[in-house]
């Protein structure tokens, strides 16, 4: 048995990308229901970026649900919406 990552999956090309729906009290935050970033091609490269893309989308949702509360800091918001283009 392999190692399984939550959110990361095989494209049909044999990619590698991590793929997460976006709460709905951040969607209108966020501009999107669902993000996915490529992680790599290879299984290898994949687990090296993993941890990485999902620290990012941890941090995003943290400043969009602040957001939120506060309506404060749009260039947190900005960079949330950079990475997740």
Same mark, same amino acid.
């Given at each position: 048995? !392999?190692?399984?990552?939550? $959110? =990361?999956? *095989?494209?049909?090309? !044999? =990619? %590698?990308? $991590?793929? *997460? ?5 951040? *969607?209108? +935050?966020? !501009?999107? =229901?669902? +993000? ?5 091609? &290879? ?6 970026? $993993?941890? &990485?893309?999902?620290? =990012? %989308?941890y941090s995003c949702g943290a400043r969009g649900r602040h957001e939120r509360r506060t309506?404060? &800091?749009?260039?947190? +918001?900005?960079?949330? *919406?950079?990475?997740?283009?």
């Amino acid at each position: 048995m !392999g190692l399984v990552l939550k $959110y =990361a999956q *095989r494209t049909k090309k !044999g =990619a %590698w990308r $991590y793929r *997460r729906r976006v709460p709905d009290d951040l *969607r209108p +935050i966020l !501009g999107k =229901a669902e +993000i996915t970033k490529v992680l790599e091609d &290879s299984e290898k490269e994949a687990l090296k970026a $993993y941890p &990485s893309v999902h620290q =990012a %989308w941890y941090s995003c949702g943290a400043r969009g649900r602040h957001e939120r509360r506060t309506l404060q &800091s749009h260039q947190d +918001i900005c960079t949330c *919406r950079r990475f997740l283009a």
